[in-house]
């Protein structure tokens, strides 16, 4: 049903609107009503008091796209967009959480140290960038030149703030990592757990030998392990909802009228001179290599450049569903060279996107007014349902799409969302129930914790029998005999490594192994997927003493830097805890 007949058959009630809602409005506006509501948010966030513009979150945006744009060469879809715009929404946050660190610690750079780094004698590598002659040293005439013209004062300005923000980031930085400086100890910790290695035989006991129906588990059990546990069945916000969807398909329009773009340039790229300029100035989805390909490893799909004539072009081939052309540059031999421009089918921006864009707004508007089945049984859309989960951009029947999620969340029960554009499909979506974060409730998880609770209960029968065992077969060859299992070997295990060769991932394992003397044999080890008993046939300890200072600085730099960056993320979460952020973005940018 149109637009056009959905509106006459309700001209009545529209009318009745129309009159209650001027009347309204002539009251409203009589006592300025809408001075304070269309004022809303004065800026896109604030974080302890400091704004954030929508113009500087308009800019970072641009920046993450530009870079997008000049990488991929390809249309954004929705779902990156919605990454960079909340990628440039977290980094202004995070810079002003800084900045006030910063004040808070009374990190300052003075006038002295910002005139020391752009005319000292060792310049900010910015300055050295800007002002450096070919033999690589700072040019003070030109730069001294630059300072003083009046046209570059309000530059000069900038230049100026950015370093001297740059110079407190640098201490702040420094303040940080005085406090996680590696020691000594650590260093000669490391350098033994990486140049320590053992030659080992074992006997393995798989948890997986107990057959469940060696264990039993009660009610009792069930209930005390979930509560034990609880921290293990949680469960973010969840959002049950149903949707209807457009699909983003090209049509065979589209495909027509990228087949005659292409056609249209055919002229152009055959006489064009610089064919890797040419390629790029018309973004082909196929880059210019400029290699010669020997006529035997030319793809399959790209034969047709084979035939062609030196400088010739072919017609238009469709591969992969998209159109090409190929040039044939030169020929040397068996080896061509050649070049291709090639379109990837896209739906057409205003004939097929905007379009759905305007079916799925009509579609909730009369869902609203009207009923979501109903609404979908007029336009012979499907209704499906769908399950998503705060901050997990995964939803089972649409796929990745933090989009989704975003629109989910300001939804309430029974509300239908504004269109949704995927990279696929739109959708319009109705809230059929949200679920709080909390404990997941037992009988929800009862199958999970029955499963943890087996395992926990197989480890513990596996670590008697071989415990047991031992008692009675106090050698390894017997062990094994008495296990029904054979001895295995590994060679070269390292101290710093996590995995036993063929025996999968088992840190705890390892740990014991290098608690050993050589030629000892242990007890049961309990570790990650079954119960081991091991014998030290070679143990080579390394000896910090022979540690060369090249090797010390090497380490020293290396556990710096994981910790830094350890302690940069807990530093930047424990800035938000304590923050008090408004974040207006669904008001101002929606």
Avoid: C
Avoid at 19 to 26: D, E, K, T, V
Avoid at 282 to 291: C, E, K, L
Avoid at 524 to 540: E, K, L, P, W, Y
Wanted: charged share 25%; net charge negative.
């Amino acid at each position: 049903m149109g637009v056009m007949e959905k509106m006459r058959n309700s001209t009545s009630s529209i009318l009745w609107i129309l009159i209650f809602s001027f009347g309204i409005l002539w009251v409203l506006a009589d006592v300025d009503f809408f001075g304070g509501v269309t004022q809303g948010p004065r800026s896109l966030g604030i974080v302890n008091g400091d704004e954030i513009t929508l113009n500087e979150y308009n800019q970072r945006v641009s920046f993450y796209t530009e870079q997008f744009n000049q990488q991929s060469g390809n249309p954004m879809s929705p779902e990156i967009r919605a990454l960079y715009e909340n990628q440039a929404w977290e980094d202004l946050v995070a810079a002003r959480l800084i900045r006030q660190k910063m004040d808070e610690l009374g990190i300052t750079v003075t006038d002295t140290e910002l005139m020391e780094m752009v005319t000292g004698d060792n310049p900010d590598p910015f300055i050295r960038q800007q002002f450096a002659d070919e033999t690589g040293q700072i040019d003070r005439i030109a730069l001294q030149t630059a300072i003083d013209s009046p046209e570059n004062s309000e530059v000069w300005i900038l230049i100026e703030q950015q370093l001297r923000e740059n110079r407190r980031q640098q201490k702040l930085n420094n303040y940080i990592s005085s406090g996680l400086r590696v020691t000594p100890m650590e260093i000669r910790n490391e350098y033994v757990r990486e140049n320590s290695f053992a030659d080992i035989e074992f006997v393995r006991f798989p948890y997986s030998e107990i057959q469940d129906e060696e264990i039993s588990m009660t009610d009792s059990e069930l209930q005390q392990y979930y509560r034990e546990n609880s921290d293990l069945y949680q469960r973010e916000e969840t959002y049950r909802f149903r949707y209807v969807s457009w699909d983003k398909t090209p049509t065979a329009e589209d495909t027509l009228n990228t087949v005659r773009e292409i056609e249209d340039l055919r002229s152009a790229f055959e006489s064009a001179e610089n064919d890797s300029l040419f390629v790029l100035r018309y973004q082909s989805s196929t880059p210019f290599r400029g290699a010669y390909v020997n006529v035997d490893n030319i793809r399959e799909e790209f034969s047709p450049v084979v035939d062609l004539e030196i400088g010739e072009v072919s017609d238009v081939e469709m591969v992969n569903g998209n159109p090409h052309l190929f040039k044939k540059i030169d020929q040397q031999g068996d080896e061509i060279k050649f070049a291709v421009l090639s379109y990837d089918v896209i739906a057409d921006p205003i004939a097929t996107i905007d379009r759905l864009a305007e079916e799925a707004s009509e579609f909730k508007f009369y869902a609203e007014s009207e009923s979501f089945e109903e609404e979908a049984e007029r336009n012979d859309k499907p209704v499906r349902e769908a399950t998503a989960t705060k901050d997990t951009p995964f939803i089972p029947g649409l796929g990745q799409s933090q989009v989704a999620v975003d629109a989910l969340e300001d939804l309430s029960v029974n509300s239908i969302s504004e269109p949704i554009e995927l990279n696929d499909q739109f959708i319009v979506a109705q809230m059929l129930e949200r679920t709080p974060a909390g404990t997941r409730p037992f009988d929800e998880v009862r199958t999970q914790v029955e499963n943890a609770l087996r395992n926990d209960k197989r480890q513990v029968q596996a670590l008697a029998a071989v415990t047991e065992q031992l008692t009675a077969n106090s050698d390894l060859e017997s062990l094994a005999s008495a296990l029904d299992t054979e001895i295995s070997e590994a060679e070269g295990v390292r101290y710093s490594s996590t995995t036993i060769p063929g025996a999968g991932r088992e840190v705890e394992v390892i740990g014991a192994i290098f608690g050993m003397e050589e030629g000892g044999m242990s007890g049961a080890i309990q570790g990650s997927n079954a119960v081991f008993v091991i014998r030290v046939v070679n143990m080579d300890m390394a000896d910090a003493q022979n540690m060369t200072a090249e090797q010390q600085n090497t380490l020293r730099n290396r556990l710096e830097q994981q910790k830094f960056m350890a302690f940069n993320q807990v530093f930047i979460d424990r800035l938000k805890e304590d923050a008090s952020i408004q974040d207006n973005r669904d008001r101002i940018l929606r």
